[in-house]
């Protein structure tokens, strides 16, 4: 095989990918000038978001700006344009769990998880209510820091009417309690060769240089004109196969190390 040719096979290799872009920790404190910028840079190469709606935020480490009172008029016309509102929480606010305990053990803290399924749906209830007060509908769940449990599954099932959650690890789709999980597994900008890739930023803490930076990349790459909605997918209703598996295995082996050599840091910068 000649280079060109080499080089051609990979190029229709790296499209057969999709590319969704998350963006976190939205509210009525977001920063409003990074969010309209990122807002333009997306609306420019024709790219529908995922946005994550935090409805009543208690949580001072996501709140940049003043409080925006206009702030749903924001939502429903990201809304109207197609980007997807999913519900992040209903206030970010977090309490110690074990993360063991977790469908995914990112952290020791949580908003809903270890919570009884009476709490948990009265906080869903809560923050839906403010959603629809507003004339928004949440069609996609993601947990603030990932931690969740069955219990917010049950909770979600029987208060809303939600059956996407946007995490996991994984190549593509799956289904789980009823559920369809859209894997999130990255959180910067980066090509792939095959599957679905949600890509979650936080717009409030990027820095300008890295808002560009994206810019360009969307610019110079294939990662635009093969990104989709999350609500796009034609939803396989399966399982894990073996590659998900063999995926994930390998990713909370590489995370559970990576905790421990931070542990031992700690110590030995401590002693």
Do not use: M
């Given at each position: 095989m000649t280079a060109s040719k080499f080089l051609q096979t990979m190029r229709k290799a790296r499209m057969s990918a999709k590319y969704i872009f998350r963006l976190d920790d939205s509210s009525h404190f977001q920063d409003s000038n990074k969010w309209n910028l990122l807002e333009e840079i997306f609306d420019k190469h024709s790219i529908n978001c995922l946005v994550a709606v935090t409805p009543n935020s208690k949580d001072p480490s996501i709140n940049f700006d003043k409080k925006n009172n206009n702030y749903w008029m924001k939502v429903r016309s990201w809304e109207a344009k197609g980007w997807v509102i999913a519900m992040h929480g209903y206030s970010h606010s977090f309490h110690k769990v074990n993360r063991k305990k977790l469908?995914?053990?990112?952290?020791?803290?949580s908003e809903f998880a270890e919570l009884s399924l009476k709490k948990q749906e009265e906080k869903l209830k809560k923050s839906l209510d403010?959603?629809?007060?507003?004339?928004?509908?949440?069609?996609?769940?993601?947990?603030?820091?990932?931690?969740?449990?069955i219990n917010t599954l049950k909770a979600l099932k029987k208060v809303t009417n939600i059956t996407i959650v946007s995490d996991g690890i994984a190549y593509s789709d799956y289904c789980f309690q009823d559920f369809t999980f859209v894997p999130q597994q990255l959180w910067s900008v980066e090509e792939k060769k095959s599957g679905i890739w949600t890509i979650c930023l936080h717009p409030n803490n990027m820095t300008y240089d890295e808002i560009y930076a994206l810019d360009k990349i969307l610019d110079?790459?294939?990662?635009?004109?093969?990104?989709?909605?999350?609500?796009?997918?034609q939803f396989a209703n399966k399982g894990r196969n073996i590659s998900d598996c063999l995926y994930s295995l390998f990713f909370w082996t590489k995370y559970e190390i990576k905790l421990i050599l931070k542990h031992f840091s700690s110590l030995f910068s401590n002693s």
């Open positions: 469908i995914f053990p990112y952290y020791n803290r403010i959603f629809r007060s507003n004339g928004v509908e949440p069609s996609v769940w993601v947990a603030p820091g990932h931690t969740f449990d110079e790459s294939q990662i635009a004109r093969n990104s989709i909605s999350i609500l796009d997918i």
